[in-house]
Every structure is written in structure tokens, then in C-alpha cells.
């Protein structure tokens, strides 16, 4: 039964869930963290060289591309922002915050995010070897597909016979808390 106080107070919690509706939609469009749809896609950059046996390296020597794509197949366009988070590994320094780039993807096209750009904002001369995640924030969900080559390199040590290779790796990116 619906008395004075209960719909008082229902008019209370929808008068919040508006605020809160409202701030959210306002930081959203302020702010690309607050994105309601958000995606992780690694990448790996650069020519990484082969170090001696004993050390630890986690990569093999060779070159390494990556390409992320943002594919907008709806008839409107999609607004959204990216930010790079560079690895570090424990015990090492923490690498310096990449500011927010705004995209807009538009409709029926593909957006590309490559290391030629990803050097770039990171103020790396072109080849550096690194690697890490862009994070990109977009206002609808959208097909993000990472495309990862790697190239490696023939060792003279090791005779005619060893030959380099060549690979290539396209995966689909998920956004966060959606099942594959």
C-alpha cells in the first residue's frame, strides 16, 4: 500500500538516481576513465636484441609491430578516448602517466592505433623497443581487434640453415566484464 511516506521517499530515490544518472552522463563526456564501455588491448613495439644466455629476457630478439583496430560498423559515430599504460616490472621505476587522447571513430570505418603513434605520444624515437596496454574508453560498445606481428632475425652464429620467422597473431579484444 502506497501511504504519503513511501511515495515521499520513492520520489527521493528517483530524484537521486537522476543526480546520480546525470553526474555520471557529465563525467563521462568530461572525463574518458569514466567511459561506459572500456577495453584492454596490450601491445608490443619496437626491436628487442638478443641479450646473453644468463639474462632473463621474457621476449625473443626480433622486431615487433602491433596495430589495434577500432571497428565502427553503426551509423553513427562513436566518441571515446585511449591511454597508454607502459609495462614495468617489479622493482623497477614507474614509467611517467600518458595524458588521454579523444577519438572519434567514425561510422562504417576503422580507427588504427599503431606503434608509429604509440612512440609518438610516448615521446620514444621510432623502433624502442617497449610494450604495455592502451586502455580505450568509447561511449558504445564497438569490435576492437589487436593485429601482433613479430619478426625474428637469423643469427650468423648459427649457420645457413637457420632461417628468421615471421608471425602474425589477430585477436579480438573484449571489453572489461564481458564474457568471451
Known sequence: MFTRRNIAILGIAAAVATVVGLTYAVASAANPKFAPVQYSAPFVCGWLPPVPPQDDQHLKPGDYATAINIHNHTSVNVNGSWQMGLLYRDGGGVPPAIQFVD????NRRVLEIDCVEIWARAG???GTFFSGALFIGLDQQLPIAGIYTSQTHVDPALGPDAGAGLSI??????????AP
Not at 103 to 106: D, E
Not at 169 to 178: A, K, N, Q, R, Y
Open 103 to 106: 577519438i572519434s571513430v567514425r
Open 124 to 126: 620514444l624515437p621510432p
Open 169 to 178: 597473431d589477430v585477436e579480438s579484444i573484449l571489453p572489461f566484464g564481458v
